[in-house]
């Protein structure tokens, strides 16, 4: 191989690097993300009811949001676990919630106890049927929640 | 040289004495666009032209291209409705993997763009290259100026939210405040007394469909007009 033949190859390979570099964003950016392609109507199967501790809440994910599953007495509740602050990933202290980033405090039905978040985690829609969990779109018809808040699970 | 003789069919016009090789030489070779390539490329850059600041206009122009790039991207999520514009952005820039990126690029590049245009107009004036022959460039290049500010004005609206809202109700009642003409400007402009779904919808049909056909048409005019006077020259 000749010099100039080289460079010429390292050039177009180059070239072809940085093309890829940002073909490749472009291609990722227009694939819709998950949430959206099958948002509405979507009900996921997050478990069966014996998997879920009485009295206790245990995280699962929900559109790819994350949620907890609370089992009390056999009937079961699902709570967002999105800070209605500012919108960090609640944390789960025995049964009730607590945010590490603010320091937010919610009771075991979801209502603040502790600021300075104002408004409760909302639950979503669910059900049991043939012994598996069922859970169905958030519920956010409190219209306090900011436009940010409900962006977090618009997708 | 026509070398027809009676009686014989007459011969193919001879073949370019070195046909250049590859795909481009081809394509260039059948639109009989050789010579015009030949002289594109033979254009020698005059020495004094061998400077920074004579780099500004081309770097417009590649800011634009990178803007419309990003912006036909950004087209496929955006939603320019009053309900669902700001929720559209957020989920851009929050959901949409990469979204952040095209968003800020497109974002950064608009402003780059602003200052670059800004800055170039301000070298083809201290230099004097708007002298003769090159007034009709000079004008094309004041559109161009305003066209971009127009992108920019029409572009910031389009987050709906409270710094769009506001920037383009000042905006907007600036113009109203021409003398006469004032108010049609208003009511065209906003599609209404108030700013609403039809001032986003204008906007955004000036941002994405009619200031893109203008600039590509003016800049179109601008290039070709620098090929033909060339390169001002030295102060």
New interface residues.
Partial sequence: MTRKGFLKWLIAGFGALSLAGVLYPIARFLKPPASVAGAIGQVTKVGDVASFPAGQLTPVVVNGQPAAVQNVGGKIAVYSLICTHLGCVVGISGDTFKCPCHGSDFSATGTVTHGPATLPLPTYHSQVQNGSVLVGPVDLSNAKYPAWYVGEFAG | MSTTTQGRAPEPAPAPAAEKKGLVNWVIGRLGLNATMEDQYNRIVPKHATNYIYCFGGIAFVLFVILAITGI?LA?YYQPTPDTA??SV??IS??????W??RSIHRWSAGGMVLLVFIHTLRVFFTGAYKAPRELNWLTGVLLFLITLGFGFTGYLLPWDQKAYWATKVGTDIAGSVPVLGHFLLVTLRGGEQISAATLGRFFDLHVLVLPAIIVALLLGHFWMIRRHGISGRL
Avoid: E, M
Wanted: aromatic share 22%; charged share 0%.
């Fill in positions: 991207l496929a700001y929720q957020l989920n929050t959901h949409v993997q990469f979204g990126w095209i």
